[in-house]
């Protein structure tokens, strides 16, 4: 979106409010460039707050299949100790 700005204007009104013509001039470049860059929409934002909201969606997943491994490991590593410990104290 860029905003449609009359510049000879602008310098005009400057200069009538005490500015010099190259700092009129200067100011109303600065305001063009800084106004012609695209700025986001609504719509634009939308986009972006749905794209959040199935990141966070997929790290929740994430989550939880890791801790469902991490418990599995966890588990199967406390199997082998207690094997472990029996075996090596003649408890077999």
């Known amino acids: 979106m860029s905003v449609a700005f009359d510049t000879l204007k602008f310098v005009e009104k400057l200069e009538a409010g ?5 700092q009129a ?3 109303a470049e600065a305001f063009a ?4 860059q695209e700025l ?9 707050r749905s ?3 199935a990141v966070r ?3 929740r997943e994430l ?6 491994k ?15 410990m029996r075996y090596f104290t003649g408890g077999h």
């Open 25 to 27: 001039k200067a100011a």
């Open 40 to 48: 986001a929409t609504k719509s634009d934002l939308l986009v972006i």
């Open 70 to 84: 991490l418990g599995g490991l966890t588990i199967g590593a406390t199997g082998v100790l207690i094997a472990a």
């Open 33 to 36: 460039e800084a106004t012609s």
């Open 57 to 59: 969606a997929e790290m």
């Open 18 to 22: 005490g500015f010099t013509h190259a």
């Open 51 to 53: 794209d959040i909201s």
């Open 63 to 68: 989550e939880l299949r890791m801790t469902v």
